[in-house]
């Protein structure tokens, strides 16, 4: 199976900051992937899809980049709303998903 | 708009068989390269892949569960079901049905059937 590897596995940021999550996967993946926030409590939401393309609905302050085996999801301009846990998940195999990434207001 | 929703026993002893329904609204099975998957969320693994059924009745299993997993569907009655025989407590956790459309990536999630495998 493709493992997925994502860091940081906890980040602190300030509102209005930019955020970056990294995913590494253990073989290329050919931007099959996903990213999707977790709200506690709440079922995952997705985010992004083929590594860049963002689902309706999310706002653009999202966005996702990277190729062959390293991507990464950036978030501008962090809101209070965007506290959350992210999580990565690859679709080249059966799908397997990242640890996840716990994002808190500093 | 679409929705889903699982719905399942709550409870379950080890070595039963977990049965599991998603129904869903806004979407037809019947409808090309339309599919619905199922994940778990356990303490031990995290988000788990479990299995996805296509409109066309393919079926797409983790391999490592292949052998404990059963996928069916309703089309007429806009129903999936999922069944893993042989539970024990590594089972536990929360069950979501999601929507996939082509690829196995997943648009829409239920709101999760929390299962506890317990003697």
């Known amino acids: 199976d493709i493992r997925m590897t994502q860091s940081p596995a906890s980040l602190s940021a300030s509102l209005g900051e930019t955020v970056n999550i990294e995913c590494l996967a253990s073989?290329?993946?050919?931007?099959?992937l996903a990213w999707y926030q977790q709200k506690p409590g709440k079922s995952p939401q997705l985010l992004i899809y083929?590594?860049?393309s963002l689902q309706n609905g999310v706002p653009s302050r999202f966005s996702g980049s990277g190729s062959g085996t390293q991507y990464s999801l950036k978030i501008n301009s962090l809101q209070s709303e965007d506290v959350a846990t992210y999580f990565c998940?690859?679709?080249?195999?059966?799908?397997?998903f990242g640890a996840g990434t716990k994002l808190e207001l500093k | 708009q679409v929705s889903l929703k699982e719905s399942g026993p709550g409870i379950l002893q080890p070595f039963q068989t977990l049965s599991l329904t998603c129904s869903f609204s806004?979407?037809?099975?019947?409808?090309?390269?339309?599919?619905v998957g199922w994940i778990r969320q356990t303490s031990g693994k995290g988000l788990e892949y479990l299995a996805t059924?296509?409109?066309?009745?393919?079926?797409y299993f983790n391999p490592s569960l292949n052998s404990r997993l059963t996928v069916s569907k309703d089309t007429s009655n806009n129903q999936a079901f999922l069944k893993i025989t042989s539970v024990d407590t590594a089972d536990t956790g929360t069950y979501y049905c999601?929507?996939?459309?082509?690829?196995?990536?997943?648009?829409?999630w239920g709101q999760g059937t929390l299962v506890t495998v317990s003697s």
């Open positions: 999601t929507q996939s459309w082509q690829r196995n990536w997943f648009a829409y």
């Open positions: 806004g979407f037809s099975l019947g409808t090309s390269n339309m599919g």
């Open positions: 059924i296509w409109w066309d009745d393919d079926k």
């Open positions: 073989e290329d993946i050919y931007s099959d």
């Open positions: 083929n590594a860049n």
């Open positions: 998940q690859q679709y080249n195999n059966y799908p397997t």
